[in-house]
């Protein structure tokens, strides 16, 4: 029997990767989210970035941030946990979200809507905010639960494509 390579992405790596790449599609100036859903089989049914809604073109709405919410971003980007639930290709009862930042309060409210049973997050540097504080009151009512991605075992991984 052959050798196989034990020096593979693992799973967790290539969920989130995914998440990551998706990121990099993002034309926020100042926040690239990426999301990547999967099923109990480890199957991806839905992946998803932030950026305006479908058919909007990213030069008729502002990228930046105003005092005139009007003239800002916020009232009008749709975030990644929102698209990869909409792009979803099934339904996401018990499905897992690896997600490069926490989830908002609004989106914490379509992922527990959704069926979605657990939450693998990157980055939680808005901690401190009320959306976020929030997200995870919301999170551990409806038993979904919300782990780091630096503490599964296989985090680490730096990985170079030539796309
Ligand atoms: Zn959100």
Redesign the pocket.
Known sequence: MSEFRTDNIKWDQYFMGIAMLSAMRSKDPSTQ?GACIVNENKKIVGIGY?GFPSGISDNDLPWGKSENPLESKYLYVC????NAILNSTQNLKNCTLYVTLF??????K?VIQSGIKKVIYASDKHSDTD?VKASKKMFELAKIDYLPYEKLSDFNKEITLTV
Request: with cysteine; charged share 15%; hydrophobic share 35%.
């Open positions: 989210v932030n975030h990644s946990e929102m989830p908002c309060n609004e989106c914490a379509i959306a």
